[in-house]
């Protein structure tokens, strides 16, 4: 800590270099070999440009580390924004998971409520799919139940997908976006037959049309 000769000369020199200022100074935090000695103006004038220019040096030095951060978190916000999905990409996901879980039950005459629930349901499958790009197209797949035989079963699932899609070019859905399938009883739900069982239903697929093809799950069927 510089002493009390040194700490008196340099107020002095600041009082007489600044008259008109008063100064209250705390001159312990300065090293000691800059407060001895210190008399003259000069002598405080070199002091204040060491003081500025360390002060100086300290705040670029400061700077340059904060712009470096703030660069670094940057970056990482960009990386974090590459990796999130596109809003297309969240609509697609979306309406999947929903298509999913929807299925088109025939009744009697391999019909189904057109104004009601069923109904209902594919009126918003034709207004979501033709809010998605047109490349997502929709595979329609018929099912039917074990009671008749194969060829039976498999022409009777086929009829319940082209059911559905003509509903659905109806409803404004360009024919060139749906592809009619049937597959007879190879997925059955329950071992029930009959009128009103969930095996003779319809169900949905998402695919890449034009020059990508596929099941946008993987599952490659026609």
């Not at 001159?27 to 360390?54: E, F």
């Not at 999905?85 to 879980?101: C, H, I, Q, T």
């Not at 979501?128 to 197209?137: E, M, V």
């Not at 009883?185 to 009128?195: A, D, F, M």
């Amino acid at each position: 800590m510089p002493n009390g000769g040194s700490v008196d000369r340099l107020r002095g020199g600041l009082i007489k270099a600044l008259p008109d200022i008063d100064l209250v100074m705390e001159t312990s935090a300065l090293p000691k070999n800059q407060t001895d000695g210190l008399a003259s103006k000069d002598d405080i004038r070199a002091l204040q440009t060491t003081l500025r220019d360390n002060m100086v040096d300290a705040i670029g030095q400061e700077s340059a580390r904060l712009s470096a951060a703030i660069d670094g978190l940057q970056t990482q916000i960009n990386d974090l924004r590459a990796e999130l999905p596109s809003a297309e990409e969240r609509d697609l996901v979306s309406f999947e998971s929903w298509l999913k879980r929807q299925i088109v039950r025939l009744d009697s005459t391999n019909d189904f409520d057109r104004n009601g629930a069923t109904g209902r349901i594919l009126k918003e499958i034709a207004d979501r799919l033709n809010n998605l790009p047109a490349r997502i197209g929709l595979r329609v797949v018929g099912y039917a139940d074990d009671s008749g035989n194969d060829q039976i079963n498999q022409r009777v699932s086929f009829e319940r997908a082209a059911l559905v899609s003509q509903r659905l070019t109806n409803l404004g859905v360009a024919p060139g976006r749906l592809i009619a399938v049937g597959r007879s009883s190879e997925k059955r739900i329950n071992q029930g037959t009959g009128v009103g069982n969930i095996n003779r239903r319809v169900e949905f697929e998402l695919f890449f049309t034009a020059h990508d093809d596929h099941p946008i799950d993987g599952a490659r069927r026609g």
